[in-house]
């Protein structure tokens, strides 16, 4: 079975694949028929949108990556809890890595390993410096 596309459901709701692309982005300038007639339509064809081609259009992913050296550490999975909660509500995913505490690891993570694919990366190193981070922050994303 052949995935449902925009053109599936603006022929669906009648209106053009401009239009069901501004309603499934939230965009405001579409009027509250216009939206329920798209919604009604992506709910009965079961669109879903496709994550690659919006990292294709918009050049991010709504990844981003917490790096944390012990996730047993109840300090450490409270804040990926409260990371998570938190990008969640601004329509992030979040990927928890666990680095041990390993410098390399810790290294690899900051320097945006999978850069193509994470929009940032969150970062509590214990052995990697500031000085060593510094230069990585300007061509990543990275707390």
């Not at 919604?39 to 991010?60: C, D, I, K, Q």
């Not at 804040?79 to 505490?101: K, Y």
């Not at 690899?108 to 694919?117: E, F, I, K, P, Q």
């Given at each position: 079975?052949?995935?449902?596309?925009?053109?599936?459901?603006?022929?669906?709701?009648?209106?053009?694949?401009?239009?069901?692309?501004?309603?499934?982005?939230?965009?405001?300038?579409?009027?509250?028929?216009?939206?329920?007639?798209?919604m009604?339509?992506v709910?009965?064809?079961?669109?879903?949108?496709?994550p690659?081609?919006?990292?294709l259009?918009?050049?991010?992913?709504g990844?981003?990556?917490?790096?944390?050296p012990?996730l047993?550490?109840p300090?450490?999975?409270?804040?990926?809890h409260?990371?998570?909660?938190?990008?969640?509500?601004?329509?992030?995913?979040?990927?928890?890595?666990?680095?041990?505490?390993?410098?390399?690891?810790?290294?690899?993570?900051?320097?945006?390993?999978?850069?193509?694919?994470?929009?940032?990366?969150?970062?509590?190193?214990?052995?990697?410096?500031?000085a060593?981070?510094?230069?990585?922050a300007?061509?990543?994303?990275?707390?």
């Amino acid at each position: 079975m052949a995935a449902v596309t925009l053109k599936d459901v603006a022929e669906r709701a009648g209106v053009s694949i401009k239009t069901v692309s501004n309603v499934v982005r939230g965009a405001p300038k579409v009027s509250e028929t216009t939206r329920t007639r798209v919604m009604r339509a992506v709910a009965e064809l079961g669109y879903r949108p496709n994550p690659s081609a919006r990292r294709l259009r918009t050049g991010r992913s709504g990844l981003i990556a917490l790096a944390v050296p012990d996730l047993a550490t109840p300090y450490f999975a409270e804040l990926a809890h409260h990371v998570r909660t938190e990008a969640a509500a601004l329509g992030f995913t979040v990927l928890i890595e666990e680095t041990l505490g390993d410098a390399k690891e810790e290294l690899r993570l900051a320097t945006g390993v999978g850069a193509s694919l994470l929009d940032g990366v969150i970062l509590s190193p214990l052995h990697v410096s500031p000085a060593e981070l510094a230069s990585v922050a300007d061509e990543f994303p990275l707390v």
